[in-house]
């Protein structure tokens, strides 16, 4: 069953805000992927993690795999309208399948103008 | 780039009927899966493959079979669809080399039963 706590469920922000969005378990993750889902479409890989306390960024996404190896974090810098949509975390629990990932139920963030 | 194809992006069926989705993907992937997502629920995976002719079920197989039996190929059967079963269906693929391969997704199938 699902393992993994992703808050904020939703989110409402002005264009060119922050936006920050996290995960968390009970287990020990060995990796950390975030994917971002747009209406209509499947989710689409923004950033994979491999290492406890790596800190990746892609453009104006950032996302770090915590030190605990139970958490993870996104974030979004200036946020801009084309942002809007679902963005999961997912990840490999350390005790699980290598095949499986466990996901997120999803943060929807909605940007106003 | 990787590509996962899936063969209907909407669907509407009605209940007893057989039902199959098929999920193609272009990068020789050993690994390939189906999920399905609710609203609320996020991302739950009925079953996966990791070669042809396996499979091994995920957390909700109850109602569904797959079919695996080219590498490209991976096909999600609901053997007498139910209303249960109107959701959105999402079908990846991953290498299998190394445990940390991420999962790409196609865009999904909606769903309906009738």
């Known amino acids: 069953g699902q393992q993994l706590n992703q808050s904020p469920q939703s989110m409402f922000i002005q264009e060119g805000e922050d936006v920050s969005m996290n995960c968390t378990s009970s287990s020990i993750f060995n990796t950390w992927l975030w994917y971002k889902q747009d209406p209509g479409e499947g989710p689409v890989l923004l950033i994979a993690l491999y290492k406890a306390g790596e800190l990746t960024s892609n453009g104006r996404l950032t996302a770090q795999f915590g030190i605990t190896r139970k958490d993870s974090f996104l974030n979004i810098s200036a946020s801009i309208p084309s942002d809007v949509g679902i963005y999961f975390c997912?990840?490999?629990?350390?005790?699980?399948?290598?095949?499986?990932?466990?996901f997120g139920s999803g943060t929807q963030l909605t940007v106003l103008p | 780039d990787v590509k996962v194809t899936q063969s209907s992006r909407y669907l509407v069926k009605r209940t007893g009927e057989k039902v199959f989705l098929e999920c193609v993907q272009d990068m020789d992937h050993e690994n390939m899966f189906w999920y399905r997502q609710d609203p609320g629920l996020g991302l739950r995976l009925i079953y996966f493959s990791y070669d042809v002719k396996m499979k091994e079920k995920g957390d909700i197989p109850e109602g569904y079979s797959v079919s695996r039996e080219k590498k490209e190929r991976f096909s999600l059967i609901l053997e007498s669809a139910s209303t249960n079963q109107t959701s959105m269906y999402l079908c990846?693929?991953?290498?299998?080399?190394?445990?940390?391969?991420?999962?790409?997704f196609g865009d999904g199938t909606r769903l309906s039963i009738l």
């Open positions: 997912a990840g490999r629990v350390s005790s699980g399948s290598a095949r499986q990932l466990t």
């Open positions: 990846a693929s991953s290498r299998r080399q190394g445990y940390n391969q991420p999962q790409h």
